[in-house]
Nanobody
Framework: QVQLEESGGGLAQPGESLRLSCAAS????????MSWVRQAAGGGLEWVAG??????????YSADSIQGRFTVSRDNAKNTLYLEMDNLEPQDTALYYC??????????????WGQGTQVTVSS
């Protein structure tokens, strides 16, 4: 069982930056995909960005809706996934989840989820 724990959320003003972290317990399976998924109040889940890793390498992807403002990365030594969010907008306000799929890709159903970290963007 893989444990995921998000941190780094908080209150930011429009135009500011935040970095979210997702610490994962040790796992060794490949391929896998780790993603950030957000949910605004009263809304559905929205995939934001993620990494896919298999024997050929690690590849990052992001949703068109974030328009290049967010960057996903991973520190393998720390087993931690990051989401660097720049130029934040009020519509980025949401609960941000980290999710992991074992032996699957970015678009597959995720097996493990964290508890989420709240991001609020407001002036």
């Amino acid at each position: 069982q893989v444990q995921l724990e998000e941190s780094g959320g908080g209150l930011a003003q429009p135009g500011e930056s935040l970095r979210l972290s997702c610490a994962a317990s040790e796992f060794s399976f490949r391929p896998y995909a780790m993603s950030w998924v957000r949910q605004a109040a009263g809304g559905g889940l929205e995939w934001v960005a993620g990494l896919y890793s298999d024997h050929t390498g690690t590849y990052d992807y992001s949703a068109d809706s974030i328009q290049g403002r967010f960057t996903v990365s991973r520190d393998n030594a720390k087993n931690t996934l990051y989401l660097e969010m720049d130029n934040l907008e009020p519509q980025d306000t949401a609960l941000y989840y980290c999710a992991l799929v074992q032996n699957g890709g970015i678009a597959d159903q995720y097996d493990y989820w964290g508890q989420g970290t709240q991001v609020t963007v407001s002036s």
